[in-house]
């Protein structure tokens, strides 16, 4: 009977190894370079960064999304959780392990699916933190039904040329290359028209019109690009894996996406519990602590009940995909994951921020900021309701039609049956009355 709870004393020490560098190297840096994670390493900035991934390294813990038949630890999704759970408190922590998204799914699909030059050129320096990516899927007219998307790529002798518009391409500003999706066949369903194509950020006719920032950001100072794919050229080679092939890549790739962010999600849905407690036990209001309110033990209560939910089923989804090993057969817990990530984050930040008053509406702590991450989770790898319909639709292949004309749990029909089964011992009864 193999049902357990527990973590391996001997990951579990690497783990608490995790926490302590986390909070005390890697905390500090989202405080002294803000917004700056994906960006090149000025010789300043690497004096601090190369020799923190240095220890990451020889504590064995860079880059363990990739199994090490592709280069990486191979510690699986279960202990990629364990190990995401804490780093996502700190949002320069993946990018100092190795694991930061894009580049996670990126590399993941480069993977399973590139050739060995392509690996050799693109996997190779993604996997030693040497470079960023761009996944550049979204158009401007059209996000969550990808059937819409018009961006073009056509074959020109050994070229293939792509021509249309982008929208949204985190880090294309400081990437080296694009995963580019494109439709190479529109004559065929969307599903088998479109290809991807690895793309070198300066191969001309790259226009990135505008970097579209988040709230709170300057404008055109963000980091998700509005690009023009003006005629790009790239050679025959270019194309990742086979042509018609980018909905399946497309799957792989954003399956383990979701997966990560809901992992780093419990991190920060766990911080702002965290800061609950502590304020609630620390105020004093109308004669008492806070702590003994009972509406704020009802949201330190309701608070914990979500947190523990979620991150047992994001532990358990991680465990399926180990078992499973093929995102599509946990398509549908994936997606529900996905589905509950931004109402857990958006309640737990919001009571935490309730709870520190004027304070938590403040710009001195960081409680508007998940709550906006919530509303991002709710959008980026696809919006909520798309999932919803797809955990719907696997759930309804459990089921089938009812052939009457009444529900199977009809009670007069079971009442019926019931006798029927019955009968004997009921005529039996009958009789000795
Ligand atoms: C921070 C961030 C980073 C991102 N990074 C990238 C990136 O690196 N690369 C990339 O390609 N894209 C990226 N995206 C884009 C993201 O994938 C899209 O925003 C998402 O797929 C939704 O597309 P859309 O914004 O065009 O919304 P639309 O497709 O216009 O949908 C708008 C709304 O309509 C509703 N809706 C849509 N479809 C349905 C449906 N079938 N049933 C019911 N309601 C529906 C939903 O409420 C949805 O929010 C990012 C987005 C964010 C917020």
Not at 260 to 287: N, P, Y
């Amino acid at each position: 009977m193999a049902w357990d709870f527990e973590t391996d004393p001997e990951f579990q020490e690497k783990l608490d190894w995790v926490d302590r560098f986390v909070r005390e190297e890697c905390e500090p840096l989202d405080l002294a370079f803000p917004h700056l994670q994906f960006h090149p390493l000025t010789p300043e900035r690497r004096a601090i960064i190369d020799p923190l991934k240095e220890e990451v390294r020889r504590q064995g813990m860079w880059a363990t999304h990739l199994g090490p038949e592709l280069g990486g630890q191979g510690f699986g999704q279960l202990k990629l959780a364990l190990l995401n759970e804490i780093l996502g408190r700190s949002l320069w922590a993946s990018i100092v392990f190795g694991c930061q998204a894009p580049d996670t799914g990126n590399a993941e699909i480069i993977a399973h699916y590139g050739t060995e030059e392509q690996k050799e050129r693109y996997l190779m320096p993604l996997l030693n933190g040497e470079c960023f990516s761009t996944y550049s899927m979204t158009e401007p007219h059209a996000g969550a039904d990808p059937t819409l998307f018009k961006c073009r790529a056509y074959k020109d002798g050994d070229q293939w040329v792509i021509d249309g518009w982008k929208y949204y391409s985190s880090n294309a500003k400081t990437s080296s290359f694009l995963i580019v999706m494109a439709v190479t066949d529109p004559e065929v369903s969307a599903y088998q028209g479109m290809s991807m194509f690895l793309v070198p950020s300066d191969t001309p006719g790259i226009e990135i019109v505008r970097n579209v920032g988040l709230y709170g950001e300057a404008l055109n100072e963000g980091s998700h690009a509005l690009i023009h794919y003006n005629e790009v050229r790239v050679p025959a080679d270019a194309l990742l894996g086979g042509e018609g092939q980018a909905f399946a890549i497309a799957q792989t790739r954003l399956g383990g996406g979701r997966i990560h962010h809901a992992m780093r999600t419990i991190a920060v849905a766990q911080k702002a519990l965290d800061m609950m407690c502590e304020r609630a036990l620390s105020r004093t209001v109308s004669g008492g602590l806070l702590a003994d309110k009972q509406f704020v033990q009802g949201y330190i209560a309701d608070s914990y009940a979500q947190l523990i939910q979620f991150r047992l089923f994001v532990l358990y989804t991680a465990w399926e995909i180990d078992r499973y090993n093929d995102y599509k057969k946990v398509r549908k817990d994936i997606a529900t994951a996905k589905v509950v990530m931004p109402t857990v984050l958006h309640d737990i930040a919001w009571r935490a921020m309730q709870v520190h008053g004027a304070l938590g509406v403040s710009n001195e702590m960081p409680f508007m900021g998940m709550v906006h991450s919530a509303a991002v989770m709710g959008l980026a790898d696809g919006p909520t309701e798309v999932h919803k319909v797809t955990i719907a639709r696997q759930v309804l292949r459990n089921y089938k039609a009812t052939d009457g004309m009444w529900p199977t749990e009809w009670i007069p029909g079971k009442v019926d049956a019931a006798k029927a089964k019955f009968a004997e011992i009921l005529e039996l009864e009958v009789g000795n009355l």
